[in-house]
């Protein structure tokens, strides 16, 4: 069963305008990972946050984890239109397969010049 | 997708036929996978392996299986398709180092069943 859940499915800003993304899982991690895809492509690795980190920044992203709330933020930041793609966030667990990913569905950013 | 092919991209393909996708990866990483990608339910692991030979089910393995008989080549084939199966098929490797584990994804394989 799928652990992510992304909120909102879908998000339409204006260039230069912040974007938003939440995830929320449903068991403990052991990170948690955010992905890009673009139409038609395959998805991209974006940023990783371990369990024990409770924010984390890589150029215009920026990403937040509550373990307590089991729910984790992805935040772009002066948005550009090539920031247009879905994002997925993804949880790994603990375990002996703690190497696997569980992806959620995504959240469709479009990005409006 | 640098590192990572799949073949063919793009196949059309009718009911009951036998299907092969192939993933070849050129960074030598221990683990493999394949996903399916359809519209409201994301990306769903099929199978996955963690070493020549070694492979395992993930959550949509029905009707799908796989070989790894070389590090580099992981292969996914539908034994009969079906119209269910028409989807976008995703390879993608990882290598563990700790706790990290990203993973590198290949361009992808359009499946149509008809």
């Known amino acids: 069963s799928q652990q992510g859940e992304e909120d909102p499915q879908a998000l339409s800003i204006q260039e230069g305008e912040n974007a938003t993304m939440n995830c929320s899982y449903k068991?403990?991690?052991?990170?948690l990972q955010w992905y890009r895809q673009n139409s038609g492509r395959g998805l991209v690795h974006l940023i990783l946050?371990?369990?024990?980190?409770r924010e984390k920044h890589s150029g215009r992203l920026r990403v937040t984890l509550d373990t307590s709330k089991k729910s984790s933020s992805l935040l772009i930041t002066a948005s550009r239109a090539a920031d247009t793609a879905s994002y997925f966030c993804?949880?790994?667990?603990?375990?002996?397969?703690?190497?696997?990913?569980?992806f959620g569905k995504g959240t469709l950013l479009t990005v409006n010049p | 997708d640098a590192g990572i092919t799949q073949s063919p991209r793009h196949k059309v393909t009718e009911t009951g036929t036998p299907v092969t996708l192939r993933c070849h990866q050129t960074?030598?990483?221990?683990?493999m996978y394949w996903y399916r990608q359809d519209p409201g339910h994301g990306l769903r692991l099929i199978h996955y392996?963690?070493?020549?030979?070694?492979?395992d089910k993930g959550e949509v393995s029905d009707g799908y299986s796989v070989s790894r008989s070389k590090t580099e080549d992981f292969l996914l084939t539908l034994e009969s398709a079906t119209s269910s199966q028409t989807s976008v098929y995703f390879c993608?490797?990882?290598?563990?180092?700790?706790?990290?584990?990203?993973?590198?994804f290949g361009p992808g394989t359009r499946l149509t069943v008809l």
């Open positions: 993804a949880t790994a667990h603990p375990g002996g397969s703690n190497y696997k990913l569980t």
């Open positions: 960074e030598n990483h221990r683990y």
């Open positions: 392996s963690y070493g020549v030979k070694d492979t």
């Open positions: 993608a490797i990882s290598e563990r180092s700790g706790t990290v584990n990203e993973q590198f």
């Open positions: 068991t403990s991690i052991n990170n």
């Open positions: 946050i371990r369990s024990n980190e």
